[in-house]
């Protein structure tokens, strides 16, 4: 009789977990959360940035899960959405290319992402077309991965209409779009812009309603890859931070302009602001973080109700070898 016991208790746990039998649909569920509590406890400052969001309640979404090639999106719900903004403008060297995708692009990371979040890649050229022009390079949901070592529960589960083998495929298809994105980088070399329009592009994000940036998101985040040296119309970092290598302070620089366009310069992204992790190349310009340009982005990010991660290069004596002619 005790043994019977054990298995019933056992049996109505799963069935508690998973749903009821006949095909039913697990239960809607957060991440597990003992991977990012490890990961908190570290310093890993970018994996902690993508743990943010872990804790939402997601439920699996059959409609966007038939879809094997793309159209991952479910079209009742809006968890997260992870927009990359890679700024281009003064190239890449191999070493920052890297970091790109070993970081920001590499699967161990996608897979910290939450399944059905919203991924943007775009990227800030400063060539040809203005920051309201722009379109995503890439621009799709997280499929569930179907796998075991998944910390999200809804992605181990298999829907009886499909196989954990068509989820593994699925998720392939992904990272392909994803890898094919990266791929959009990887030949810049010493390619550069003639501006970089970061405050401009970060202004379109929630007022392009093609971005789908809204507020009507759980939570929402930016990621940038970019040496912060904004040099536009709207705005010349240039002269003060690469020329004298030290940059205006914040407050003199809010005073070269009237208040009315100092306010039309900042986004409205409404309730529920983003987040920003910020993937400072400092390597070529500011390699003692000692000229003041971290501190101007940190006070307008505090200013528009933003909070602010970064990490940094850790590769700047290659870069400087690379471009030494002498080397």
């Keep these: 009789m005790k043994l019977y016991n054990n298995l019933f208790l056992s049996f109505f746990a799963l069935v508690f977990i998973y749903g009821c039998g006949g095909g039913?649909?697990?239960?809607?569920?957060?991440?597990?959360?003992?991977?990012?509590?490890?990961?908190?406890?570290?310093?890993?400052?970018?994996?902690?940035?993508?743990?943010?969001?872990?804790?939402?309640?997601?439920?699996?979404?059959?409609?966007?899960?038939?879809?094997?090639?793309?159209?991952?999106?479910?079209?009742?719900?809006?968890?997260?959405?992870?927009?990359?903004?890679?700024?281009?403008?003064?190239?890449?060297?191999?070493?920052?290319?890297?970091?790109?995708?070993?970081?920001?692009?590499?699967?161990?990371?996608?897979?910290?992402?939450?399944?059905?979040?919203?991924?943007?890649?775009?990227?800030?050229?400063?060539?040809?077309?203005?920051?309201?022009?722009?379109?995503?390079?890439?621009?799709?949901?997280?499929?569930?991965?179907?796998k075991d070592t998944s910390m999200y529960p809804i992605d181990k589960w298999v829907d009886p209409s499909s196989t954990a083998k068509k989820m593994a495929n699925t998720n392939r298809e992904f990272m392909k779009l994803i890898n094919s994105a990266g791929d959009e980088f990887s030949n810049l070399g010493n390619t550069k812009g003639a501006y970089s329009q970061i405050m401009e592009q970060i202004k379109e994000l929630p007022r392009n309603p093609t971005l789908d940036f809204g507020s009507n998101y759980q939570y929402r985040k930016i990621i940038v890859f970019s040496d912060l040296m904004q040099f536009s119309d709207k705005m010349d970092l240039i002269s003060s931070c690469r020329d004298k290598k030290k940059c205006i302070s914040y407050e003199d620089l809010k005073s070269n302009y009237s208040e009315r366009l100092w306010e039309d310069m900042k986004p409205a992204f409404g309730t529920n602001p983003p987040e920003v992790f910020v993937y400072y190349l400092q390597c070529r310009h500011d390699q003692d973080l000692d000229i003041g340009l971290l501190e101007i982005w940190e006070s307008y990010f505090a200013e528009i109700g933003v909070s602010m991660a970064y990490d940094i290069e850790t590769s700047c004596e290659d870069i400087f070898k690379e471009e030494d002619p002498t080397s």
């Design 24 to 146: 039913g649909d697990p239960l809607p569920s957060a991440a597990d959360p003992t991977f990012c509590n490890s990961i908190n406890m570290g310093d890993e400052k970018y994996k902690q940035f993508l743990c943010k969001g872990s804790e939402i309640t997601r439920k699996n979404d059959r409609t966007s899960d038939k879809n094997q090639w793309d159209n991952w999106c479910p079209p009742q719900a809006k968890y997260g959405h992870n927009f990359v903004l890679v700024d281009s403008t003064e190239g890449y060297e191999e070493e920052q290319y890297s970091l790109l995708l070993n970081q920001m692009l590499s699967e161990q990371n996608i897979d910290i992402i939450g399944p059905y979040d919203k991924i943007s890649i775009m990227n800030i050229a400063g060539r040809g077309m203005q920051a309201t022009e722009l379109k995503p390079i890439f621009n799709e949901c997280k499929p569930r991965s179907g």
